[in-house]
């Protein structure tokens, strides 16, 4: 069988002896025998991430039941002694936090696609499973996203590197996007699933165009202008990590996909007024489109 194993761009790690992945607490004690690491992890085929682990906890849980995985008991949070991010193994499935924003989740994102590197997982597919905020389409409605457009309105992620600014362009697997759709969705879901451009900012306030942040230099006018400029470049949803996400795996060649629930409606508000119980049922639907996807992926 062909080696499909995650190749790295990184010429320095060919010579590393061993990589520390820190902030998951785990120590590639040698880059030239990872069979321990294979062992844990090498049959990791999907890795999903989402802002909280609560939510990665839950999802877990879930993935036990449509996966038939042998787990049982409480879900053992990994990566607990790093006191960053939770992960949580279901069989082939890690289910990782990464917390709010871009630079959070990339911290997490650089090390797990080095555990993938060094486990030799084969062929693996990455996935966000998150909230965000909609764009003329209703509370609850979930996106898988296709460009993403960083704050500035570019299909591109831009990162400060030695000084100079990088630009990558920042699109998300068309074929997992097309399966998602194609395997993930039920016509008896009671919601939406659509697949559309998303932005990912910097920022919840300001970067989103929100007037009720602790600053706000612009008018109501000025703020709808903007959201109807994103409205027209088919953008649907607004969050924080996928121009970031589209970007690095775009770059390194891994597959990934961005699946978020809207809790809000941002032509209609800033503040989101769901209740917390709305907001859980909410967060369970993007479970329900990867867990369908995952399972047939796992068929194949
Ligand atoms: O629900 P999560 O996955 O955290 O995603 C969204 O929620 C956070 C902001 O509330 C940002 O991380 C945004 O991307
Ligand atoms: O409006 C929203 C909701 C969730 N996450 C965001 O980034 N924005």
Avoid: W
């Amino acid at each position: 069988m062909s080696d499909k194993t995650v190749e790295l761009m990184n010429p320095h790690l060919e010579t590393a002896r061993s990589d520390y992945l820190y902030h998951l607490d785990i120590n590639v004690a040698n880059t030239r025998d990872t069979s321990e690491l294979q062992n844990r992890f090498g049959d990791v085929r999907v890795i999903c991430m989402g802002g909280t682990g609560s939510r990665m906890r839950q999802l877990a849980l879930y993935l036990r039941d449509i996966l038939v995985v042998s787990e049982s008991g409480d879900p053992v949070d990994l990566c607990e002694r790093g006191n960053r991010y939770a992960m949580y193994k279901v069989g082939p499935v890690l289910c990782v936090s990464h917390g709010v924003g871009s630079s959070s989740f990339s911290v997490v994102l650089h090390e797990l696609i080095k555990l993938l590197k060094y486990a030799r997982c084969q062929d693996p597919v990455l996935l966000r499973i998150g909230t965000c905020g909609g764009l003329g389409v209703p509370p609850g409605t979930v996106v898988a996203s296709k460009n993403a457009f960083n704050g500035l309105l570019r299909n591109e992620h831009e990162i400060a590197i030695l000084g100079q600014r990088v630009v990558r362009p920042a699109q998300f697997s068309e074929d997992v996007i097309r399966d998602l759709l194609a395997f993930g969705v039920d016509a008896n879901d009671g919601f939406q699933t659509i697949s559309a451009n998303t932005m990912g900012t910097d920022c919840f306030y300001e970067g989103q165009g929100r007037t009720d942040g602790a600053i706000c230099e612009y008018s109501e006018k000025d703020k709808m202008e903007f959201l109807q400029k994103c409205h027209d470049l088919g953008i649907r949803n607004i969050e924080m990590e996928a121009s970031m996400f589209a970007s690095v795996t775009q770059k390194v060649g891994v597959k990934a996909g961005d699946v978020c629930v809207t809790l809000i409606d941002r032509l209609k508000g800033d503040q989101i007024t769901i209740t917390i119980d709305q907001k859980h049922e909410f967060e369970q639907r993007p479970f329900f489109v990867v867990g369908r996807y995952i399972k047939r992926l796992l068929q194949q």
